[in-house]
């Protein structure tokens, strides 16, 4: 079955995801065309737009299904802060296109409704972890501690996958994480 007989049977935006994926692996967002994704999933340049609206629409979609993604993986570590934050960093060296679409609102519209349920299933999934920390305070102490934990955890990863991080840190990124992360909770 062609992309295009595929697109007939109701799986373009499936289609056009995976190949806007794909793309972002290759040349990053910015770089993104909707024509290059057209032809990557082997539809007219014109079926991305009519799906889409615009490149902004493709993104907004795409980080959405991002936040969702990374909510499911933080909702199974079961609230355990330091396997939310090693499964945050997992995600975003597994998930690279994602992690590169999610946290640059420029490119999406960051009013959309189900982009912002969405960011706020992965937000509440993180602060489960900081609610079960021995100790927790008040929801303020519980919303301070959660935007720690995820500055910590985001800033890894992002250190990782600039490959900024000292040769002394290893290759394996869970591990690495895990062993940055532990101070969170020790």
Same mark, same amino acid.
């Given at each position: 079955m062609t992309e295009t007989r595929a697109y007939h049977h109701g799986d373009l935006r499936r289609a056009l995801l995976a190949a806007a994926l794909e793309a972002i692996e290759e040349v990053g967002p910015a770089a993104l065309s909707l024509r290059d994704l057209a032809r990557r999933a082997g539809v007219s340049h014109a079926?991305? %737009? *009519? *799906?889409? /609206? &615009?490149?902004a629409g493709l993104l907004t979609a795409l980080a959405a299904q991002g936040f969702d993604r990374l909510a499911q993986t933080l909702t199974g570590t079961g609230g355990d802060l330091l396997?939310? /934050?090693?499964? @945050?960093? &997992?995600? #975003?060296? %597994? *998930?690279? #296109?994602?992690?590169?679409?999610?946290? !640059?609102?420029?490119? @999406? +519209?960051? &009013? &959309?409704?189900?982009?912002? #349920?969405? !960011?706020? +299933? #992965? /937000?509440a999934a993180l602060r489960s972890g900081v609610a079960g920390l021995p100790g927790a305070g008040a929801p303020a102490d519980t919303e301070r501690d959660a935007l720690a934990a995820w500055s910590i955890a985001h800033g890894f990863a992002t250190l990782w996958l600039a490959g900024a991080l000292p040769s002394r840190v290893g290759d394996n990124p869970r591990e690495a994480a895990r062993t940055v992360l532990r101070r969170l909770t020790s």
């Open positions: 079926a991305p %737009t *009519h *799906h889409f /609206g &615009d490149k396997e939310a /934050g090693v499964a @945050y960093v &997992d995600f #975003a060296v %597994t *998930h690279r #296109a994602y992690f590169e679409v999610m946290f !640059r609102p420029e490119l @999406y +519209r960051a &009013d &959309d409704a189900e982009l912002i #349920a969405a !960011r706020e +299933r #992965a /937000g």
